[in-house]
């Protein structure tokens, strides 16, 4: 299976999770498009359903084949969201963001009972790390953000986005951190919070309750 195929297998066998009438969220990048893709399929057979997205681009496509979307502010709790991940490591630490919608995509899963990570085998890792941190981080003081980062054992921090910079769904820049093997995701997080202008990480800690991964092999591997 190629890399698309494994995405497609992943978020076709998230949708399979979704029961009539419930409240989902549904989240952001190449592997969430497929299982968004399936539930619209389903919802043209006739399920109903309702979603918050985690971000403007799959609130547009949720849509589109007409899922009916709330506002997060509008609803109590989530049943099942489902999302992809960056990076996933044995315990269900996960490292977010490479999309862009890591602030949304963090308050859908903290409002949510069940946060499902769908992904290809090409995300799992024994360590967090490999792949650069994202940080959310607001426009006006994100030079001074960056210099503390650096001070933190980072050997690169990116404004992400050229020639102008990346601006998020809540206009917000993100900072791509190159920390390397990360040791203590939870210490990282705490202190990365401590720098004033910090938003939100991508490590989403004690979030994820299962990963569907999807083999090159044709395999589906659950981890829970
Ligand atoms: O930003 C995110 O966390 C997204 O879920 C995304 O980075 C997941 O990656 P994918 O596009 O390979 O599914």
Same mark, same amino acid.
């Given at each position: 299976m190629d890399a698309l195929t494994m995405k497609k297998a992943a978020g076709e066998f998230a949708a399979r999770y979704v029961e009539p009438h419930m409240l989902i969220g549904i989240g952001t990048g190449s592997t969430a498009y497929w299982f968004i893709q399936a539930l619209g399929e389903?919802?043209? *057979?006739?399920?109903?359903?309702?979603?918050?997205?985690?971000?403007?681009?799959?609130? *547009?496509?949720?849509s589109a084949l007409q899922i009916p979307i709330l506002e997060l502010n509008d609803v109590d709790e989530i049943v099942l969201t489902v999302d992809g991940a960056d990076e996933v490591d044995p315990q269900l630490r996960l490292i977010k963001g490479g999309g862009g919608a890591l602030l949304q995509e963090k308050m859908v899963?903290?409002?949510?009972?069940?946060?499902?990570?769908?992904?290809?085998?090409?995300?799992?890792?024994?360590?967090?790390?490999?792949?650069?941190?994202?940080?959310?981080?607001?426009?006006?003081?994100?030079k001074h953000v960056r210099r503390r980062i650096l001070e933190m054992n980072c050997s690169r921090v990116e404004?992400?986005?050229?020639?102008?910079?990346?601006?998020?769904?809540?206009?917000?820049?993100?900072?791509?951190?190159?920390?390397?093997?990360?040791?203590?995701?939870?210490?990282?997080n705490i202190s990365l919070h401590q720098i004033p202008g910090v938003v939100e990480t991508g490590l989403f800690l004690n979030l994820a309750?299962?990963?569907?991964?999807?083999?090159?092999?044709g395999s589906i591997q659950i981890i829970r």
């Amino acid at each position: 299976m190629d890399a698309l195929t494994m995405k497609k297998a992943a978020g076709e066998f998230a949708a399979r999770y979704v029961e009539p009438h419930m409240l989902i969220g549904i989240g952001t990048g190449s592997t969430a498009y497929w299982f968004i893709q399936a539930l619209g399929e389903r919802v043209k *057979q006739g399920l109903q359903i309702r979603a918050v997205a985690t971000s403007k681009e799959s609130a *547009q496509l949720a849509s589109a084949l007409q899922i009916p979307i709330l506002e997060l502010n509008d609803v109590d709790e989530i049943v099942l969201t489902v999302d992809g991940a960056d990076e996933v490591d044995p315990q269900l630490r996960l490292i977010k963001g490479g999309g862009g919608a890591l602030l949304q995509e963090k308050m859908v899963a903290a409002a949510s009972r069940r946060l499902v990570i769908v992904a290809d085998e090409r995300k799992q890792v024994q360590q967090l790390g490999a792949f650069p941190l994202p940080v959310e981080v607001i426009p006006a003081g994100w030079k001074h953000v960056r210099r503390r980062i650096l001070e933190m054992n980072c050997s690169r921090v990116e404004l992400r986005g050229n020639p102008q910079p990346f601006v998020t769904d809540h206009g917000h820049y993100i900072l791509d951190c190159y920390f390397g093997k990360i040791e203590d995701a939870h210490a990282l997080n705490i202190s990365l919070h401590q720098i004033p202008g910090v938003v939100e990480t991508g490590l989403f800690l004690n979030l994820a309750t299962e990963a569907i991964i999807a083999r090159a092999d044709g395999s589906i591997q659950i981890i829970r």
